[in-house]
């Protein structure tokens, strides 16, 4: 996992009895609004949620405090995957390719995320508007 131990962000398993404080938070999920830049005024961080789309819905059961929904704009994952019960579903992405894009958006380009990542140069290969955001 490219971000397992890297500062600044926390990685927490599911588990049925875990909560997740979502409060101020931007939650990365497909029925939200498209995020904008602006959208990181005032929010306390960026939430996402690892997991397959038919899993989705049980772990936002255990979201609280209203975070502010939004979702990534159109992007193509380089990870090549494969669904059990939909074969490669469309707007999927890897964990760090949406938490790259999402800061991308922001304002807070960071390539070092994608150093552990052995699909990073396929991602920014098949989404060039990201090579065209701002370094923070």
Known sequence: MPLLGREGIEIRHYRSDRICDGAGRILL????????????????GLLILDSSWTRLPKLLERVVGDPIRRSLPRLVTAYPREGKLVPNPEGGLASVEALFAALCVLGFRDESLLDQYYFAEEFLRRNPWLQETSEA
């Open 29 to 44: 999920h497909p029925d939200g609004p498209e995020l904008q830049a602006s959208d990181g005024e005032g929010a306390s």
